[in-house]
């Protein structure tokens, strides 16, 4: 359970100097070469299930990167960096010199359980992205600007590819929890995606 008394970080400098690494958290990177990268900036216990579906989407040829909360104790906030601040140094290094980020995040249900929230700058892949899930059977929508969660600050890590856009989803919990346990459900998941993302976004070598 989140403290709200504990502030939220505003850099990873701050991440680093109050926790350790591979104790409080670790950082996982798979430089594929890829021109599009997944990334899952608030994975392990932070936004539970974002690690295995990250890793799903990227599969073996794209380029991954993970920032795994390892304690689930106020790890929301104590290890949270708002994406508009996501300044980890392997992640800017990887997601700069690719095309087209693809950020994998998880959002509480609210009044919306069964829906992905599609945002970023590339407005084009999201509505791609958006047909293809709704094709896999996933519920999905674009945000609109101004919209919570839309993603649409130029600073968003999702945004800080060569193309300067990208994308992020945002998974409701309970899809959350039935995609990390149900390997058939997310496979059929990271396919859907694959094929908006692929179709869209050149899919090369840098």
């Not at 799903?56 to 929301?76: I, P």
């Not at 039935?178 to 990271?190: D, I, N």
């Amino acid at each position: 359970m989140t403290d709200p008394t504990r502030p939220r970080r505003k850099s990873f400098q701050e991440i680093a100097s109050a926790k350790i690494e591979g104790t409080d958290y670790k950082i996982l990177v798979k430089d594929r070469g890829s021109a599009i990268v997944i990334i899952a900036p608030h994975g392990g216990d932070i936004e539970p299930g974002t690690s295995q579906i990250a890793a799903a989407v990227a599969g073996d040829d794209l380029s991954l990167y993970d920032f795994q909360g390892l304690r689930n104790t106020h790890g929301h906030r104590e290890l949270h960096l708002s994406s508009h601040l996501f300044d980890e140094p392997r992640a800017l290094q990887l997601v700069e010199k690719a095309d087209t980020a693809v950020a994998i995040h998880g959002r509480k249900d609210g009044d919306d359980p069964h829906r992905v929230w599609i945002g970023g700058l590339d407005v084009q892949l999201c509505r791609k992205t958006m047909a293809e899930l709704a094709k896999g059977g996933f519920g999905a929508v674009v945000r609109e600007p101004g919209e919570t969660l839309a993603g649409m600050a130029a600073s968003n890590i999702c945004n800080r590819s060569k193309r300067k856009e990208g994308i992020q989803l945002e998974i409701p919990k309970s899809l959350r929890d039935r995609l990390k346990t149900e390997f058939m459900l997310r496979s059929e998941f990271a396919k859907a995606v694959n094929k908006g993302i692929r179709e869209e976004a050149l899919v090369s070598k840098y």
